[in-house]
């Protein structure tokens, strides 16, 4: 082979990886979002530059965990909504919650969920999601059905003004109250599907000793949203079957796909984009067309 020939091989060669690493790296991410509280450390400090940096991975949309007296991380609905929208991004949901009210503290607690559910539709919010619940609900089946009467209460308000109610577990809700009972279980045969949907938290199940499939099969359409989770970044355990879950999104009623990444291996907005590249790359994650 001639020297010229050699050398222009070489060059085409180079050139083509050139392209090759160019075009993979403007692989379209997916409809994809992120809760903020993965990036805790940071949002608290400069909420305008945490949210640049979320939108320039390529999150779609955002699951705030910082409302609290009409405010997101102390900005005005309309104002965390544009700074969102400015950066590529809609707001589907937020973390908040209320305790479970009693006779002493009910109407304050019911006007606080109408202030709540005005300010997230002011964000153009779909969901509202609360996290947890206090410790009275591990306490007893009586107590645990009051938990569900109350949030099918809230979410019948949520619903009159055309938002969506949720619940987001722990591993804690898979454990069993007076007998064999299961949390989960028994919140998920309380609950009116038309007015309380579950955000399944998809490694806090596995922690809890159940497999999320067995729940869709279970229990069909009423996983409207998922925390997608893994022990650090997304994929990084090799603890979650994340093929054998998108196998069952179908039956799961899943819309919408939020990454959580509470412990890391990197700085937090690192582990933050690998998780999504890991979801993009994956050929078997498949979002819903909305």
């Not at 990084?236 to 069952?248: K, L, Y």
């Not at 919408?256 to 050929?283: I, P």
Request: proline share 4%; charged share 25%.
């Amino acid at each position: 082979m001639k020297p010229r020939n050699l050398l222009t091989i070489i060059m085409l060669v180079a050139v083509s990886g050139i392209f090759s690493t160019f075009f993979m790296s403007c692989t379209p991410k997916k409809d994809i979002g992120l809760q903020l509280y993965s990036i805790r450390d940071s949002i608290g400090k400069d909420v305008p530059a945490a949210i640049e940096k979320v939108g320039k991975m390529g999150y779609t949309f955002v699951e705030p965990a910082g409302y609290g007296d009409g405010k997101f991380y102390g900005l005005k609905p309309a104002e965390f909504k544009a700074l969102c929208e400015k950066n590529g991004m809609h707001i589907l949901s937020s973390h908040t919650s209320r305790q479970l009210p009693d006779s002493s503290n009910y109407e304050e607690t019911m006007a606080w969920w109408d202030q709540c559910i005005d300010a997230h539709i002011a964000a153009g919010a779909k969901y509202i999601v609360q996290p947890s619940m206090g410790r009275s609900a591990y306490e007893s089946i009586a107590s645990l059905k009051k938990w569900c009467d109350y949030f099918n209460e809230v979410g019948e308000k949520c619903n009159a003004k055309g938002i969506r109610f949720g619940y987001h577990n722990h591993d804690k809700e898979f454990s069993t109250v007076h007998g064999d009972t299961i949390m989960y279980d028994f919140m998920l045969q309380n609950t009116d599907p038309s007015k309380v949907m579950f955000q399944i938290d998809l490694y806090w199940c596995v922690v809890g000793g159940k497999n999320p499939v067995d729940y869709f099969n279970l229990y069909p359409g009423r996983f409207e949203s998922w925390h997608i989770k893994d022990k650090e970044e997304i994929g990084a355990s090799g603890m979650m079957d994340f093929e054998a879950i998108w196998a069952a999104a179908g039956i799961s009623g899943m819309k919408y796909g939020v990454v959580e990444v509470e412990k890391y291996n990197f700085d937090q907005f690192t582990s933050c984009d690998m998780s999504l590249d890991f979801l993009t790359e994956a050929k078997y994650v498949k979002m819903p067309k909305k």
